[in-house]
């Protein structure tokens, strides 16, 4: 009953933030100067055609006082016309436009965050126990090159070795657009092929992902080799720990068992929060393998200024975000039952 | 007392005489010789000074907490790269303040040769030279940035902590407000209103990284606030002023200086990203502006795209590498029990 007040409570706190986000990024892209027409009409305008946009303009409220366009916004959302594209697509509903983008964001998101949590912890459970050693520091050392390099340089070392030199993988795109198109069943591409048994698309997804889950779960895999790493060494210096040893545990049972779960609720904000954020758009990985999924259409929209696409991706990452941390929050209850809400 | 003078004729005696200069030879080559082939472990008197050594040593001192080799490297790797910034003209081939080191004797996209030891970019600018000059921007927008966004962010952490009540609340949602926003979108919408100059986008990263100080300070300073010491200076009669900055700020203050390590070169790698994108200052030689530049060409010229990114790499893991050793040095919990 606790955990449902508990839940209530925070999904009410939310409210204020979610609608501060969204007035914020309303109120900003509003001052972005130039009009989404502006880029229809061309370097060297005809005075027709000034005037054609300043209708455009007209027609569409951009001129009316910012709150007044913020309150009609706020009604267009809620109600669910989430707008439509002028520029990019022209003509397509935002909301199928992101409902194009998004399944990608996820399949990236999903396997990466998976493969990095899975090596992370390890890592950093074996960095931690073989503690200033030189296996700890070797283990130190990759977590923090992958802190520390840039997503979009790696990526363009692996495109230029394995796309070009090694003529191993395809460098951009998503998928081969000579193929079939794939129906759409769960939008998830990899799952969609294996459902109609297109092994050929299937593989040719693979091959495509490879290089960008890579760049991705290589950075998403040093923050959570060092938070394991470092929630571990505390927990190990514990006194259970040495009551487990003292009572005749096996080494490895006293690692996985008795100090791993305990280690485990600092690890848990990491993967949740690098989940969000990768679900919210990886910008750089994305243009650097030209993968068009969320983060590309957000700058995609800020490029050629379309307040309702860039609105509404801020406002779905920033959605994800919160309920992200929440969800987080809920799980220390699982992970950790002395916790009690 | 041993006289001075004595010393000069012991010394004399040592060293100058011919046949104390033959046993001092026979020393050398027996005595210290062991040390060049042996492993310092294997041997018992060197084992014995060893030990004596580090029991002599003093544990506490910042210094030998810092006696690693990680951070070591750290070191290294940010001073090379603030020599860099600092002495770019008299190090770099060509030229910023002529012509952002166009050499225009070369075709564009040139492979290495001796004069271009790192090859050619576009309108023929020599890479290396732009390599060098590319740290003395990002580190002055990085650090100029740090230090704002510390400093505005510790003053509004503690005041926020310590009066608490509505201030505390509204100050909070704020933070999360723009804490939950996704950053380098963020900076992208912002720097697309202000325009790409430098100064905004300091003060973009400046303002953009206060809230992260203010929570991250906020926290140990509710600790903090609740101990014997600040009750004990309440009732001495000192003002809230000097409680929140000569007495809780000391005692908060270890956690903000590893962030600051690590967040300059969070910084540096976030400004490298939205210089990729196309959202940095053009005017500047940075390392992601020549990045986004290039990289239409990285299949025939990846000198010019691969180059640059080193220069972030190497300023982004020193300042990391220092983080992450101050980090150990300065945790309470892990003192004393460093070992070698």
Redesign the interface.
Same mark, same amino acid.
């Given at each position: 009953m606790s955990l449902v007040k508990y839940t209530i409570r925070r999904i009410l706190a939310l409210i204020? *933030?979610?609608f501060?986000?969204l007035f $914020?990024?309303f109120i900003?892209?509003r001052?972005?100067?130039g009009n989404p027409f502006m880029f229809a009409i061309g370097e060297h305008p005809t005075t027709s055609q000034i005037k054609a946009m300043n209708e455009m303009v007209e027609r569409y409220g951009l001129n009316e006082p910012i709150l007044v366009q913020l309150w009609m916004y706020v009604q267009k959302l809620f109600s669910g016309n989430w707008g439509v594209s002028l520029i990019i697509r022209r003509g397509t509903p935002v909301w199928s436009m992101i409902l194009d983008v998004f399944p990608r964001t996820v399949e990236i998101a999903l396997l990466s965050v998976g493969i990095a949590t899975g090596i992370g912890i390890k890592a950093g459970i074996s960095s931690a126990v073989n503690?200033?050693t030189r296996k700890d520091?070797f283990i130190?050392?990759f977590a923090?090159?992958g802190?520390? *390099?840039?997503?979009?340089?790696l990526g $363009?070392?692996l495109?230029?070795t394995f796309g070009?030199r090694l003529g191993l993988l395809p460098s951009t795109n998503y998928f081969d657009a000579n193929l079939d198109p794939v129906p759409k069943i769960t939008h998830l591409r990899l799952i969609d092929t294996l459902i109609t048994g297109n092994l050929i698309a299937f593989w040719d997804t693979v091959l495509h992902l490879i290089m960008p889950v890579f760049c991705l779960s290589f950075i998403y895999l040093a923050g959570i080799t060092r938070q394991t790493r470092s929630s571990m060494?505390?927990v190990l210096?514990l006194d259970y720990v040495r009551t487990a040893r003292a009572k005749g545990c096996k080494e490895k049972d006293v690692i996985n068992k008795h100090a791993f779960r305990n280690a485990l609720i600092p690890v848990v904000t990491v993967v949740g929060l690098g989940f969000a954020?990768l679900l919210?758009?990886a910008?750089?990985t994305e243009?650097t393998f030209n993968l068009n999924a969320m983060?590309m259409l957000?700058?995609q929209a800020?490029n050629s200024i379309e307040y309702d696409i860039?609105n509404a991706t801020?406002f779905i990452?920033?959605i994800i975000?919160?309920s992200a941390n929440l969800i987080i929050d809920l799980v220390y209850g699982i992970v950790d039952p002395r916790i009690r809400y | 007392m041993i006289k001075m003078s004595e010393v000069d004729t012991k010394i004399k005696e040592k060293y100058y005489e011919p046949e104390n200069f033959k046993l001092q030879f026979k020393e050398v080559l027996t005595d210290y010789s062991k040390f060049l082939f042996k492993p310092g472990k294997e041997d018992e008197e060197l084992k014995k000074r060893d030990f004596l050594y580090n029991r002599l040593k003093s544990k506490r001192k910042f210094a030998t907490k810092l006696d690693n080799?990680?951070t070591k490297i750290g070191l290294v790797a940010v001073f090379i790269v603030i020599c860099w910034a600092v002495f770019a003209p008299w190090i770099a081939r060509y030229n910023y303040f002529f012509v952002q080191g166009i050499d225009y004797s070369v075709s564009w996209y040139d492979p290495p040769t001796a004069a271009h030891p790192f090859g050619v970019s576009k309108f023929g600018r020599d890479v290396l030279s732009r390599l060098i000059w590319g740290a003395r921007s990002s580190l002055s927008i990085g650090l100029i940035a740090i230090v704002m966004a510390s400093i505005f962010g510790v003053i509004v952490g503690i005041l926020s902590a310590y009066q608490g009540g509505i201030i505390d609340s509204i100050i909070m949602?704020?933070v999360?407000?723009i804490m939950?926003?996704?950053g380098?979108?963020?900076i992208?919408?912002?720097v697309?209103?202000l325009g790409n100059e430098m100064y905004y986008i300091m003060l973009i990263y400046g303002v953009l990284g206060i809230p992260g100080y203010a929570r991250l300070i906020r926290g140990s300073v509710l600790q903090e606030k609740t101990k014997t010491y600040v009750e004990a200076s309440k009732v001495s009669g000192s003002s809230d002023w000097r409680i929140m900055f000569r007495h809780i700020l000391p005692n908060c203050i270890a956690p903000v200086i590893v962030a600051v390590t690590f967040n300059v070169?969070g910084i540096i790698?976030s400004l490298?990203?939205l210089s990729?994108?196309g959202f940095g200052d053009y005017a500047l030689i940075e390392w992601?502006t020549d990045?986004n530049i290039a990289?239409s060409r990285?299949?025939t010229a990846?000198w010019a795209?691969?180059w640059p990114?080193v220069g972030?790499?190497i300023t982004?893991?020193g300042f990391?590498?220092i983080g992450?050793g101050l980090r150990d040095a300065l945790d309470p919990?892990?003192q004393g029990?460093?070992?070698k």
């Open positions: 204020p *933030i979610l501060g986000v $914020m990024t900003m892209t001052y972005i100067p503690r200033n520091t130190r050392f923090l090159m802190v520390a *390099i840039p997503v979009f340089w $363009m070392i495109q230029f070009y060494l505390e210096e954020g919210g758009g910008v750089l243009t983060g957000t700058i800020i860039i801020i990452g920033t975000l919160v | 080799t990680l949602r704020i999360d407000i939950a926003f996704p380098l979108i963020m992208i919408i912002i697309s209103i070169g790698l490298a990203g990729f994108l992601g990045i990289r990285l299949t990846p795209s691969i990114g972030i790499f982004v893991l990391m590498l992450d919990r892990l029990k460093k070992k």
